[in-house]
């Protein structure tokens, strides 16, 4: 069974410029989360989607967005990229919420950002 | 509502044991734990519920104090394979949003030497 896939590996940008990550979860996963993780700061949750709709969202600047297609798979688009911005973003899916069904989230080999 | 790790780093000999503890300041639903190795992604070890039950690992254990919002990870006998860091995702009910959050704290690095 294939994993969570996320694409690209790696990225490059420069300050203002905007991106995409793309995650595609395990097949029959519906629930996708995205994180960033910084040295020192652990995963800082950023939002979760669930049949096309975000459930949560976490403590971000509205530059920082997402959504979920039909499919289960998911974009997270960032805006007016600034220094701070430099991070690894991880997906996780799973089959539901947690709250509904306690089921672990899988984790992708994540999107290394690096704004220059 | 980031819940606290502790300790923070801690180096091992193979066959030592070792406990991450991890604590919030808000109820929770449930306590998730993960290992990270280096250039990796987080990989599930195991997940605790309120009420005791557990799902997850075969040599790992853990333990889930609901009343003290605390949970903490026994690792026993330690391998190299142990090595990495450590975090835990506590669950907890946000009464705006009226739904879950899994929040990780800043993780805990664990170093097993031979």
């Known amino acids: 069974k294939a994993g969570v896939t996320q694409t690209p590996r790696y990225l490059i940008k420069t300050r203002g410029q905007q991106v995409t990550l793309s995650c595609s979860p395990i097949?029959?996963?519906?629930?996708v989360s995205w994180y960033q993780q910084t040295p020192g700061q652990g995963l800082q949750f950023l939002f979760e989607?669930?049949?096309?709709?975000?459930?949560n969202k976490g403590n971000f600047p509205g530059r920082f967005s997402g959504r979920q297609f039909s499919n289960s798979r998911s974009e997270m688009n960032v805006s007016t990229l600034e220094l701070g911005d430099s991070a690894l973003y991880l997906c996780?899916?799973?089959?539901?919420?947690?709250?509904?069904?306690?089921?672990?989230?899988?984790f992708g080999d994540g999107t290394r950002l690096s704004i220059l | 509502q980031q819940p606290v790790q502790s300790p923070q780093a801690v180096i091992l000999r193979e066959g030592e044991d070792a406990v991450i503890n991890c604590s919030s300041s808000?109820?929770?639903?449930?306590v998730h734990w993960y290992r990270q190795k280096h250039g990796e992604a987080p990989v599930f070890l195991m997940i605790?519920?309120?009420?005791?039950e557990q799902k997850g690992h075969e040599k790992i254990s853990a333990s889930f104090n609901e009343k003290k919002q605390q949970s903490s990870l026994y690792l026993t006998a330690s391998q190299l394979s142990y090595s990495g860091t450590y975090f835990c995702?506590?669950?907890?009910?946000?009464?705006?949003?009226?739904?879950?959050?899994?929040?990780f704290g800043k993780g805990t690095k664990l170093s097993v030497i031979p």
């Open positions: 996780a899916s799973s089959l539901a919420p947690t709250e509904y069904s306690n089921q672990p989230q899988h």
């Open positions: 995702g506590t669950e907890i009910k946000y009464s705006g949003a009226g739904s879950y959050q899994l929040t």
């Open positions: 097949s029959g996963h519906r629930s």
């Open positions: 989607y669930f049949s096309e709709t975000q459930r």
């Open positions: 605790l519920l309120k009420g005791g």
């Open positions: 808000k109820a929770l639903y449930s």
